[in-house]
């Protein structure tokens, strides 16, 4: 029923449709001016910057398919230090996207567990991540699974300015 697989540059145009759809279900409500959302699609979930980002010897991708649907994507950052973390064997879990009719199937866990087991076998010590501060789903979800908070930021897209809550967890 529900399978991952770590992802190749083929996958590109996947993640990149999973990007768009998944990021506007989530945030797209937040954008007063659709054209910003547009502008960063392009900007972030082009498949030309996903082959890229697929590419890099940091970043590991996988998806998940729900009945043989792609459903999910999820990236681990490798290597990856903050301006909250001082330690040296730190990752980020960059992303884990579900679509929303999907949310309900625990792929996110699934996701995360697989993320999680991948940093800990490359001897990380800490994991970081950062969540709106307004998706309170997400934050429970984090909190649930032992990530604490350790900081606030900013981000800007377009006109919007968004808070977000810098979480981490020990592996």
Same mark, same amino acid.
């Given at each position: 029923?529900?399978?991952?697989?770590?992802?190749?540059?083929?996958? *590109? @145009?996947?993640? *990149?449709?999973?990007?768009?759809?998944?990021?506007?279900?989530?945030?797209?409500?937040?954008?007063?001016?659709?054209?910003?959302?547009?502008?960063?699609?392009? !900007?972030?979930?082009?498949?030309? #910057?996903?082959?890229?980002? &697929?590419?890099?010897?940091?970043? %590991?991708?996988? &998806? *998940? +398919?729900?009945? $043989?649907? @792609?459903?999910?994507?999820?990236?681990?950052?490798?290597?990856?230090?903050?301006?909250? %973390?001082?330690? @040296?064997?730190?990752?980020? &879990?960059? #992303?884990?996207?579900?679509?929303?009719?999907?949310?309900?199937?625990? %792929?996110?866990?699934?996701?995360?567990?697989?993320?999680?087991?991948?940093?800990?076998?490359?001897? +990380?010590?800490?994991?970081?991540?950062?969540?709106? $501060?307004?998706?309170? !789903?997400? %934050? !429970? +979800?984090?909190?649930?699974?032992?990530?604490? @908070?350790?900081?606030?930021?900013?981000?800007?897209?377009?006109?919007?300015? +968004?808070?977000?809550?810098?979480?981490? !967890? #020990?592996?």
């Amino acid at each position: 029923m529900l399978a991952i697989r770590q992802a190749t540059t083929a996958d *590109a @145009p996947t993640i *990149a449709l999973l990007g768009r759809v998944t990021f506007s279900e989530t945030f797209g409500h937040l954008f007063e001016d659709k054209n910003d959302l547009l502008e960063y699609h392009q !900007r972030t979930f082009s498949v030309d #910057k996903i082959n890229g980002s &697929l590419q890099k010897e940091q970043n %590991i991708f996988w &998806l *998940a +398919f729900y009945q $043989k649907l @792609p459903v999910s994507y999820a990236k681990l950052k490798l290597n990856s230090t903050s301006a909250f %973390i001082t330690k @040296p064997q730190v990752c980020q &879990l960059q #992303k884990i996207y579900v679509l929303q009719d999907f949310l309900s199937k625990k %792929i996110g866990l699934h996701l995360q567990s697989t993320l999680i087991d991948e940093a800990s076998q490359r001897n +990380f010590e800490t994991i970081w991540l950062s969540v709106l $501060k307004s998706n309170t !789903r997400a %934050i !429970r +979800f984090y909190e649930k699974n032992n990530f604490i @908070p350790i900081g606030n930021h900013q981000f800007q897209i377009g006109k919007e300015n +968004f808070s977000f809550l810098a979480m981490a !967890r #020990k592996l």
